[in-house]
């Protein structure tokens, strides 16, 4: 896939139309009361964020077929389209959000900036809950996503509107890509 930047806002904001829509309240008000039954079970902020990623995970490695399958993009050149196809394409075609790309200066990190996560409408987090992140889920999609077109990354959420920043962001760092094997029969 060679797009320009331009072509994949586009091809983000038709998909995003033609996408069956979630009521952005309905999706808060589940998600809020996921969190709050996972916090009084696990009792632990620290469980509960390794909880959600893991839940995201499993998440992103079905979601990445529905991606591919309504955007018609069969492969990234590279890790920098790749980042532009999660942050213009899937967070608009998913979360009906736009999102922006920033790169670390060794090519290997990039974080994925936004503002207006409906994850995090009505919610406010009480300082005893501090160290929550509370989007937790959005980092294990991206992995698990990734993880499934054989590139392995780390994500963590650098950034909360929620934690009262000015907007959301997640780190992205590249470990590896790995190679399909084919068995020979020999």
Not at 3 to 32: C, D, H, I
Request: net charge negative; glycine share 6%.
């Amino acid at each position: 896939m060679s797009m320009s930047l331009p072509k994949m806002a586009r091809l983000g904001n038709s998909t995003f139309a033609q996408m069956e829509k979630v009521n952005s309240e309905l999706l808060a008000m589940t998600y809020g009361a996921l969190v709050t039954t996972m916090l009084k079970d696990f009792q632990d902020v620290k469980i509960v964020n390794q909880e959600l990623e893991k839940m995201g995970y499993n998440i992103g490695t079905r979601l990445i077929d529905e991606f591919l399958a309504k955007t018609g993009i069969t492969q990234c050149r590279n890790l920098k389209e790749t980042a532009h196809s999660i942050a213009e394409i899937g967070f608009k075609m998913f979360l009906g959000i736009n999102a922006e790309v920033r790169w670390s200066s060794d090519a290997k990190t990039f974080s994925i900036e936004f503002k207006g996560n409906p994850l995090i409408e009505f919610v406010e987090l009480p300082e005893k809950f501090k160290d929550l992140d509370y989007s937790n889920i959005l980092c294990g999609v991206i992995r698990g996503a990734l993880n499934m077109v054989q590139i392995v990354v780390t994500t963590q959420l650098t950034k909360s509107e929620l934690k009262g920043d000015s907007s959301s962001e997640i780190k992205v760092s590249l470990k590896e890509v790995l190679q399909e094997k084919v068995k020979s029969d020999d």
